[in-house]
């Protein structure tokens, strides 16, 4: 089979060439300490027909939206240099125009960014991948077009098709931005490109979208949980924390007046109940006046236009304001999940106005604030298993909430060692900005591969003394997302059974910890 790898992508190759630009190879992706991979696979040649895969074989966009005309390649353009120009004017783009203009200004094209990413090194520093080099294309289509208000040949159908794909391959984790010496963010430059295809030209990948918003909206729930199904669920959850642990519980449902609604990422319903659960248990025996919602939306706090849509992001943010409004809570707090962090308390704050601005916070200072205050009684012999931590993108680079999560694991698990880097320089789990479910074609493959294999690295660098399959392990990762990409590693590289390494929320742990709850809380077989 013949290769097409350019080392040095021009923008011209970008824009003419017709042959799929990079192509991942296993004998040049980053070192993992660890033997038996599974090995790459071929795209499937026809999928070329419909979607695109000149960029690097991957498809992130399973839309088939590749255009087959003259004409189509021309509405494609001409859609294209309009939400260029959409994307540039204040009046359209009143979220972040400020610093994008910034970002796109600025770059002294000094590379220091391009060693922080971890899609770039897991690689093996393939060009395109350079958070820099996204940026450069989007500056010279900009260049190239007077911001979209003239053609040019160089921006043709190919150039924004492969844009788009492009705009794929960063899970927005911001850790280049981090290390940009002048502040550039590169992450909110491909968020921005992934703005401009939806907003404009309604291409997005189908489980940010249409099994995502689109579901939220209609069925109540990105996972297509309805209300009814939320509420046999809860009856469920009380059921298994009687069973598990001797506790009645009877967990708050729509109480108005509540101090504190909570709100899960919805996925933590359907895939790891046991969360839902121990949440109820801690806030119950803390004593806290707290409620869920079984409202439309409100009870899942996922908000996927954070990743790429402004209008769809404030579609879910206005429904939950709406729904902490109507239940008159003083506070909504939000659960293990990273990218709802980012939605509800960031960036909704350009959105939420007088009554509907309700106080919005994360649950680990509370979760802290509960152990510090020893509300529980808590056994650290409980947890005396190699326990690891892996710091969400949102809640900790973003937010700057580093702390309160490791002083929690200091005090209940004797065990606890960091990752390397951690806290801010920690590495994205690779399920970032959508990754973690879009499971279409190949694209599963480059998460696993590349978007993750940092992640994968840290971890079993982590337990090096303990890697024997016989010793049980946990990495605590506080973010349903993350979990999610972090299952799909442990998979994919079968790395559970051949070094006995697991995963799981924070308060599961602290619930092991009680002291009467007898059954192990955490599950790790
Ligand atoms: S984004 Fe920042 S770190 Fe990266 S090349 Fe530009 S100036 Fe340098
Ligand atoms: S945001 Fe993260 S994944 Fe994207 S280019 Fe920057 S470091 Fe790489």
Redesign the pocket.
């Known amino acids: 089979m013949v290769d097409y790898i350019f080392n040095f992508i021009s923008f011209e190759d970008f824009s003419e060439i017709d042959k799929q630009l990079v192509r991942i190879r296993q004998n040049e992706l980053s070192h993992l300490p660890f033997s038996g991979e599974p090995d790459l696979t071929e795209p499937n040649p026809e999928w070329g027909e419909k979607y695109v895969t000149e960029l690097d074989g991957y498809i992130a966009i399973d839309v088939p939206w590749k255009p087959q005309t003259k004409e189509e390649e021309e509405e494609l353009v001409n859609k294209f240099l309009s939400g260029l120009r959409k994307l540039l004017d204040k009046e359209s783009n009143w979220t972040f125009l400020q610093p994008l203009l910034l970002s796109l200004e600025y770059c002294a094209r000094c590379q220091t960014?391009s060693e922080?990413?971890?899609?770039?090194i897991a690689s093996g520093r393939k060009e395109i991948?350079n958070?820099n080099f996204?940026s450069e294309i989007l500056r010279k289509i900009i260049k190239e077009t007077k911001g979209g208000k003239k053609r040019s040949k160089k921006v043709n159908a190919k150039t924004i098709t492969r844009l788009a794909e492009l705009s794929y391959r960063?899970?927005?984790?911001?850790?280049?931005?981090q290390t940009c010496p002048i502040g550039v963010d590169?992450?909110l430059i491909?968020r921005e490109i992934r703005k401009l295809f939806s907003q404009e030209l309604g291409i997005a990948p189908t489980a940010l979208h249409k099994s995502g918003t689109v579901q939220h909206l209609e069925k109540g729930s990105s996972t297509g949980l309805t209300p009814e199904g939320f509420s046999d669920i809860i009856e469920f959850i009380e059921e298994d924390i009687e069973e598990r642990t001797g506790k009645k519980i009877k967990i708050p449902v729509d109480e108005k007046g509540a101090d504190i609604l909570l709100i899960h990422n919805a996925g933590e319903y359907l895939s790891w109940p046991e969360n839902v659960a121990a949440f109820a248990i801690i806030f119950e025996e803390a004593g806290l006046d707290w409620t869920l919602s079984s409202d439309m939306v409100g009870y899942d706090a996922v908000n996927y236009g954070v990743w790429y849509d402004d209008v769809q992001l404030s579609r879910i943010a206005l429904k939950h304001a709406e729904i902490a409004h109507k239940l008159d809570v003083n506070r909504i707090v939000v659960g293990e999940c990273g990218h709802a962090h980012k939605a509800i308390t960031v960036i909704a704050d350009r959105i939420f106005v007088d009554e509907y601005n309700i106080p919005r916070e994360s649950c680990l200072p509370l979760l802290w604030d509960i152990v510090r205050k020893k509300k529980l009684n808590l056994d650290p012999e409980k947890n005396n298993f190699p326990v690891t931590l892996h710091d969400p993108c949102n809640v900790v680079r973003l937010m700057g909430i580093v702390e309160p999560q490791r002083r929690i694991l200091n005090e209940i698990c004797p065990q606890f060692r960091e990752m390397h880097p951690n806290g801010v320089y920690n590495y994205?789990c690779g399920g970032?900005s959508g990754f973690a479910i879009m499971n279409s074609m190949n694209f599963p493959e480059f998460r696993a591969k590349v978007a993750s294999r940092m992640k994968l690295k840290q971890i079993l660098d982590a337990f090096q003394d303990h890697i024997e399959p016989d010793v049980q392990k946990y990495v605590c990762a506080p973010c349903s997302n993350c979990k999610g990409a972090i299952r799909d590693i442990l998979t994919h590289y079968n790395v559970t059974e051949k070094c006995g390494i697991y995963y799981g929320g924070l308060v599961e742990l602290i619930v092991n910890a009680m002291v009467d709850v007898e059954e192990p809380f955490v599950e790790m077989y």
Not at 170 to 177: D, P, Q, V
Request: charged share 15%; net charge positive.
């Open positions: 960014c922080a990413c971890p899609i770039y991948y958070p996204r960063c899970t927005i984790c911001r850790r280049c931005t590169n992450g491909t994205c970032g």
